[in-house]
């Protein structure tokens, strides 16, 4: 909703100020088809040309998300820490075999089915359920374990990041092409000199038509998206780095709700639940 609403803001400025200003926007109108169709359609094709397949179906994934509200809200950590408090708690009384069950089927999973949200979420679970099952194994250390989720981790960023540096590559190259639909309609201009003053005069503005939706298409349209994009990206992967630091920290000794609390604080604050909060939702759950 919020991008939209940017947009709205962007249009009715520019072009509510240029008409206020006396502007004639029927020439602005008469040349967007022509130039829109050389800017988009050289973009998209250098787009698709410089850039792998896995990466435009992540700019794809990526531009549904930045139309969707967040789905990292404090109630969905809520659920999540509750969920890792009682893997770690039913781990920590029963014996770490007690949760080899959940680990290994989680779709039928009580603990899991618990938290349909966290549940449905295939990425995190496995996430959970991977290093879940290289603690139960106890053939490796808190250090190594830690090590192997830096590494995930980072492959992580680097793959969601790509989608971010296609969009802001995208957003570069947009000015360029509005010069290049610019010269070729100086060029057309050019090719009609012997016209009178008022047509040369309406040939000229609509070629510079061409650079001004270049520069507008790329730092009201494609860089915003880009940037937000990015955002979302960091968001969901704050979720993760809450896990690896529950899991950490139960590995190293310390009690399920202390191992919680660890995870909480790795939270942006603007959804991070307070102390109470959570103790009040993980004893209601």
Known sequence: M?????????????????????????VVLKALPFEMATI?????GAFIAGNMMPVLKGVGRGLGRCFKGSQYTKQRFMD?????????QKARKEGLMAIEGDVENPEASPLFQKYPTIASDHHTVEFITDYLRLMVSGNLNAHEIEAIMDAELDTHHAEEHAAVAALQRLAGAL????????VLGVVNTMGSVGQPPAVLGGMIGSALVGTFLGILLSYAFAE????LLEQKIDEASKELHCIK??????????APMTAIEFGRKVLYSTARPTFAELEQHVKKK
Request: charged share 0%.
């Open 40 to 44: 988009f359609g050289a973009a998209i």
């Open 245 to 254: 630091t529950t899991l950490l920290a139960s590995m190293q000794g310390y």
């Open 175 to 182: 000015p360029a092409f509005g010069i290049v639909a610019a």
């Open 80 to 88: 999540l820490l509750a969920l890792l408090y009682d893997i770690l």
């Open 224 to 227: 915003p998206l880009a940037s």
């Open 2 to 26: 919020f991008v939209i609403i940017g947009w709205v803001i962007v249009l009715a400025c520019v072009f509510g100020v240029f008409i206020a200003h006396g502007g004639n926007i029927g």
